[in-house]
């Protein structure tokens, strides 16, 4: 039985949307050092780490959906597709997390 190119693409894709968080996260952590070292405000940076969460929010609902698509493929291999299902809600989870640590934070 032949893997599904679908679930490999979900898995993929879900793997992506994970290193995104992940530069994302290391974006977050050098804007915070220089706007503490230089009381600057960096728009530019604050814009792209919006976008960059909206991309990862993208991204997670593309691997979600080609996973449960791939699920109903008839004499594929599903291993991909379930874990690129189960890897495809944690970046969205992890910046849900954050955005609530942020707010506490922030108060």
Avoid: R, W
């Avoid at 994970?18 to 503490?36: E, H, P, R, S």
């Avoid at 600057?40 to 996973?67: K, Y």
């Amino acid at each position: 039985m032949k893997h599904s190119k679908l679930g490999i693409a979900s898995f993929s894709i879900s793997i992506t949307s994970i290193l995104c968080l992940g530069f994302m996260f290391i974006a977050i952590i050098a804007t915070v050092i220089i706007q503490d070292n230089n009381n600057l405000s960096f728009d530019l940076v604050e814009i792209t780490i919006g976008v960059s969460i909206f991309i990862i929010f993208l991204l997670d609902l593309i691997a979600l959906i080609l996973g449960v698509v791939s699920l109903f493929l008839p004499q594929t291999g599903k291993i991909f597709a379930i874990i690129g299902i189960c890897l495809s809600p944690f970046p969205a989870l992890a910046i849900l997390f954050m955005m609530i640590v942020g707010t506490f934070y922030s108060a």
